[in-house]
């Protein structure tokens, strides 16, 4: 805040609070207000002699505020059922901030929504490397990996998702379907009622019960 009624009382004439404040708003990740901040420092202090490196940094960060606009609208897409659009509203984000974890995240999973699962794994992989541990991420990575045959790789996965969340109700029902693939059927079983004994309430109940009479 003091950085700020610096900047605004006195613009122009303290290069230092410009770039203070500059990275104060890289390190919250506020990308808009710190591409402003950069915009007024060079149109201020047109003569620095790193003028021309602050200006590239001005149009990378053109480019990652235009991926945040992106990425919202992909979302809407999403939740309004437009795959296709959402695909490739997502694939711009990655395009433009290559460095965006949640722009892989999601490109990843509309990815695997539309069976390109290579890609998917590709992109979880990258999540994760980038140090995305979450339970979600090894989750979609587990599961696209199944899909494309790599049966151990994802079960090493999806165990890490289990123990990193072990209310992710998705992932016994993804190991369940991967015993079921190597006929294990006895840890097939134990998946089911792993489930059911944690989630008495979820809505497939009914069916999951079904699946694991068949089992026993």
Known sequence: DQ????????????????LQLLNAYMKLQNFPRGLEILEAYLSSFPHDPMHEQLEERAERLRDVAESETVFQRGLEYKSQGRRNDALRAFENVVRLNPGSISGQLELGKMYSD?????????????????????AETYF??????????????????????LELDPEFDLTYLELYNLHI????????????????????????????????????
């Open 3 to 18: 950085l700020e009624v610096a900047v605004s009382l006195a613009p122009g004439t303290n290069p230092g609070a410009y």
């Open 140 to 161: 979609h990575l587990g599961s696209a990996q199944f899909r494309t045959d790599s049966i151990d790789a994802a079960e090493v996965n999806l165990e890490r998702a």
């Open 181 to 216: 693939r190597r006929k294990e059927h006895s840890k097939a079983l134990d998946r089911l009622e792993a489930f059911l004994k944690r989630f008495p309430n979820a809505e497939d109940r009914d069916y999951i019960i079904t699946l694991a009479q068949e089992l026993r």
């Open 114 to 134: 539309v069976r390109e699962y290579e890609k998917a794994v590709e992109l979880f992989r990258s999540v994760v490397e980038a140090g995305n541990v979450s």
